[in-house]
């Protein structure tokens, strides 16, 4: 391995080094080439940006920004989230990250060792025990990789589903179920409207949407504050992360709701869901459907349905979804999940610390 280190060494064009920052902007010229390569990265996503990272700052987590350059120029890293907390091992955590040239194994393998040596130093300063990882790739996992453990929690979903939407919106059609595009037909038919409004009395009937959603399909829901905080963050054009709110209405009763989120060219189906009342004039077809307009308008030609199981497990809890997604057609997608590595001396220092504050070491 150090023999291909050396040979490569000879082929990049300037020096690798790690620049930390706890805030990098938006507007400033870094800031622009980190999201342009974050948009880029196939294996990345929207929580690596920096759009997402103000979101973080503002639910009160602490952000770390690890850049790799080579020479001048930019070409990996990753953002990494933590909290502080008085006792326990605190990880440091990149969901979507590192971001990396992974098609390019040498050269990956370069970055990753002037990375991980920041990660560990900077993870030592602040008493953090471990650095957990997810970049979306396939198995089998980079050879580089090898040194990190799966983790017990992935931070984002390990199985989903991709629609291409790079098509023509006829041929998005055709690809799906027929009952997807006769449910679309009777909402249209039924007199469904979509609207698009991110406003404070749309976040407030999105919201009573979600918790009906939440409550009858049992699924975990945030709350209302993480999509105030979020629409208010992630509300504006021109981020790298832009989030989009569309409501279903029957009779000027909203019906229906859903969050997109569009990161370069993947749009994702972030939460959705329709109310308990009128559930059989499918608005959430006709939801979906428009979502998916919306996207190819902005210039995504990826729908991520964000969760989902290829086999039909009735006892699973993504069992019900998985039905109703897979009408649309697409792709499976299965991706390695988190992945962690411990650093033993502040894990130990960690350890300590707990013990003391339960009196069981002086």
Known sequence: MSSVMENLSHSLTGEVHVVVQDRLESGTACGAAWDALVQSTEASGFMQTLAWADFKRRQGLSVAHFLVFEGEQLVGGCIGYYSIRATGARLLVSPDGPVMPWLDAERTAVYMRHLDTAVKNYCSDKGLSAWRIEPRLTLPLPEVLKNFSPAPIDLLPKETLYLDLSGEPESILAGMHHKARYNIKVAERNGVSIVQDAGPEARTELYKILEQAS???????????????????????????????????????????????????????????????????????????????????????????????????????????????????????????????????????AVVRAFKEINLVP
Not at 259 to 270: E, N, Q, S, V
Not at 327 to 334: A, D, L
Request: net charge negative.
């Open 215 to 349: 409550q009858r399909d049992l699924f975990f829901l945030e709350p209302a504050s993480f999509f105030e905080d979020l629409i208010e963050e992630l509300g504006v054009e021109g981020l790298a992360t832009t989030v989009h709110v569309l409501l279903a209405k029957h009779q000027e009763q909203v019906i229906g709701g859903l969050l997109l989120l569009i990161c370069g060219r993947r749009a994702t189906y972030l939460y959705g869901g329709v109310a308990n009342e009128k559930r059989n004039v499918m608005a959430g077809y006709l939801l979906q459907w428009r979502a998916m307009q919306l996207a190819r308008e902005l210039g995504a030609t990826t729908y991520d349905f964000y969760g989902y199981i290829e086999q039909a497990d009735p006892n699973h809890l993504y069992c019900q979804f998985s039905e109703f997604k897979r009408k649309f057609g697409g792709t499976p997608m299965r991706f390695g999940g988190a992945r962690e590595q411990f650093y033993m001396d502040t894990l130990t220092d």
